[in-house]
């Protein structure tokens, strides 16, 4: 898939986006507000958020995206939709600077009170992230097009099929070579999925992400898929027969729980690998990870 081609006229970043076609079709099709000429394109939602509550992301990022941060021309990073407080700006600020000192971050975030708040929160704090009002649009303050924008917890409050319009608007603001990651997660962090959508190719993978200490079954991550597959956790679909394969092995390797459960979680993940596209290994692995390619996943045509 190619990248789509920003409108790079002169006006904001809001501007140019709030009046695009694409912009109108996604804040009218959904519950959210129609945005008005330089309003931040999206909706919004709870403002639910606690710290540390993205760290298997943030670990993520750092570990295994380190080279396109460490690479990019302007190590621009956004969290997009951060909530009622800024804690996961900051808690992705310091993973982060660990890989590239000078990363600069910005959170976004559609409610007006929600940037006030943070502000007010870390005014004065030498070296805190910026934040500013912004929604799909990544009207980042003095320009800039992030490398890397993470988005947890944001799309899962819309429509199904509002999806892709997101995606293409968010793809389309990245820097070359940038990332989006659209993820999920339950309250306190413990289960984690997230999809990587690529500025150039699109959606490439998803990960599963899960604390295995009291894991019933891989597939209780079911509810906290991303919105892309959430409602594609039934038969016919490939997320599906990924999760029931992953019950299965994981089944089979009931006796290895005497070692631990990461020892089981690796078997499982060695025996999904055999019939499954995974792109990681088992330094991932022990980490209770596991990413395949979105290809195996990605919702079947016609089937919504
Ligand atoms: C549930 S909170 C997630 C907070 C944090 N990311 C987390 O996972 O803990 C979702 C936030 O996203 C914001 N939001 C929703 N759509 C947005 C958009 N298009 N652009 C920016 N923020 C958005 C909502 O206002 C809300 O504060």
């Not at 800039?144 to 988005?151: E, H, K, L, N």
């Not at 999806?163 to 962090?189: F, M």
């Amino acid at each position: 898939m190619s990248r789509p081609s920003g409108d790079r006229t002169g006006r904001s970043p809001a501007e140019q986006s709030a009046s695009s076609p694409r912009a109108r079709a996604l804040a009218g099709s959904g519950a959210g507000h129609r945005p008005r000429a330089g309003s931040p394109v999206g909706s919004v939602t709870r403002g639910t958020t606690g710290p540390d509550r993205l760290r298997r992301v943030e670990r993520w990022l750092a570990q295994t995206q380190a080279p396109r941060l460490r690479s990019a021309a302007d190590p621009l990073v956004v969290d997009l939709g951060y909530g009622a407080r800024p804690v996961t700006v900051t808690d992705l600020q310091r993973w982060l600077r660990g890989v590239r000192p000078d990363v600069r971050l910005v959170g976004l975030e559609i409610h007006p009170e929600r940037v006030e708040a943070a502000r007010r929160a870390l005014a004065g704090v030498p070296g805190a992230p910026e934040f500013a009002l912004g929604g799909f649009e990544l009207a980042v303050p003095g320009g800039g097009d992030p490398v890397i924008v993470r988005a947890f917890n944001v799309l899962r409050q819309y429509d199904e099929s509002q999806v892709a319009a997101s995606w293409d608007l968010l793809r389309s603001r990245l820097a070359p070579g940038g990332l989006l990651v659209d993820g999920t997660c339950d309250e306190l962090g413990r289960r984690s999925t997230w999809i990587a959508v690529e500025a150039e190719r699109g959606p490439v993978s998803l990960t599963v992400s899960v604390r295995l200490g009291g894991l019933g079954t891989p597939s209780d991550v079911a509810e906290r898929l991303p919105k892309a597959l959430i409602h594609r956790n039934v038969p016919g679909e490939g997320v599906h027969d990924f999760l029931r394969a992953a019950d299965a092995a994981w089944a089979r390797h009931a006796p290895l729980q005497t070692f631990g459960a990461r020892q089981r979680w690796i078997a499982t993940c060695r025996d999904l690998a055999g019939a499954w596209p995974l792109l990681d290994s088992p330094s991932r692995w022990r980490l209770g990870e596991v990413t395949l390619a979105w290809s195996a996943v990605a919702p079947r045509p016609g089937r919504a």
